[in-house]
């Protein structure tokens, strides 16, 4: 059973330019989660994509988007990025969207934004 | 609102010591789920422990164990007999029932020295 893989692992951009950071799922499971990690904190919930929609949305701004394909691997994008975009990211994916489904995170993409 | 906080930001052990890491929650809801994860140095988040709110059993897994008392809305972690390689950041976390919103705390990081 394959788990959570991200790619790429690091990144670095310059502000106002854009990013997109993919996730595939662990094998069998349809919804993926995306979380943006600031140094030294928690994990904030960005969105959650179930069966290629968008099934919850946390606090961030519209310029974080999201796709989930066929194969429910997922893509988050961030356009004009500015220098507190500067986290790891880190997708989790489930069998399923209840609370009850337990997540399975990736190993994050740490993205530097100059 | 919802609210998960960790009032250690940091805790130092000698190994062999017992450990118990502190978790306070805020929520409206009157179902939700609790959640314990490890990161380790590389960033992966590993779930630890998921807890539904009207199972108000303590939990026992090996070394770790667990008290989810609703009356202060709290959720502790105790490690017993720390071992090196329990040093990692340690997160709480809560979650609605349909799983689409997810808060974290800010996350214990605790070393066990040898």
């Known amino acids: 059973e394959t788990g959570v893989t991200q790619s790429p692992t690091h990144l670095i951009k310059t502000r106002g330019q854009q990013v997109t950071l993919r996730c595939s799922s662990q094998s069998g499971h349809n919804t993926v989660s995306w979380y943006q990690q600031a140094l030294g904190q928690g994990p904030q919930f960005i969105f959650q994509y179930y069966r290629e929609e968008e099934n919850g949305r946390g606090n961030f701004p519209p310029r974080f988007s999201g796709l989930q394909f066929p194969n429910y691997s997922s893509e988050l994008n961030v356009n004009a990025l500015e220098l507190d975009d500067s986290a790891l990211y880190l997708c989790?994916?489930?069998?399923?969207?209840?609370?009850?489904?337990?997540?399975?995170f990736g190993p994050g993409t740490r993205l530097t934004v100059l | 609102a919802q609210k998960v906080t960790q009032a250690q930001t940091e805790i130092s052990v000698v190994e062999k010591e017992d450990v118990t890491l502190d978790c306070v929650y805020e929520t409206r809801d009157t179902t939700y789920y609790l959640f314990w994860y490890k990161q380790p140095p590389s960033g992966e988040l590993v779930f630890l422990i998921r807890r539904n709110s009207f199972d108000e059993q303590n939990e026992i897994s090996g070394r770790y164990s667990w008290n989810f008392q609703k009356s202060t809305s709290s959720f502790n972690f105790t490690i017993t007999a720390s071992q090196v390689v329990d040093s990692a950041v340690y997160f709480c976390?809560?979650?609605?029932?349909?799983?689409?919103?997810?808060?974290f705390g800010t996350g214990t990081s605790l070393t066990v020295i040898p």
């Open positions: 976390a809560l979650s609605d029932f349909t799983g689409n919103q997810f808060y």
């Open positions: 989790a994916s489930s069998d399923g969207t209840e609370s009850y489904n337990e997540q399975f």
